[in-house]
């Protein structure tokens, strides 16, 4: 099925269930919307967001899951600090054995 393919990130787990759903809802795409109310159609290197982070809240429901880019930096920084996903990226790219560059 195609909205198996959505990733998600780093070991969070929501429900086959749930997923099934958003993906649904959401028709596959990213839910995000524009300020002139334009919605983003794109369907390239989506995953599943906890619209509350997994860390602030317990077991993910429809409601607060939403279909997003892979690569949403803002998101992240909005939830958890740009500091902190700044530390984060840096471990990582040093765990993966590249240069631990400065993020921004």
């Not at 990733?7 to 002139?36: H, K, Q």
């Not at 159609?41 to 997994?54: D, E, I």
């Amino acid at each position: 099925m195609a909205w198996a393919k959505a990733s998600l990130p780093y070991g969070s787990y929501i429900s086959a269930a749930v997923r099934y759903e958003v993906w649904d809802r959401d028709e596959g795409m990213r839910a995000f919307v524009s300020t002139t109310g334009r919605r983003g159609r794109s369907r390239y290197q989506v995953q599943f967001h906890r619209l509350h982070p997994s860390g602030k809240v317990g077991s993910p429901n429809v409601d607060a899951i939403a279909i997003r880019s892979a690569q949403n930096l803002h998101a992240a920084e909005q939830d958890y600090r740009r500091e902190h996903v700044a530390r984060k990226i840096v471990e990582a790219r040093s765990q993966r054995g590249e240069k631990p560059d400065t993020v921004r």
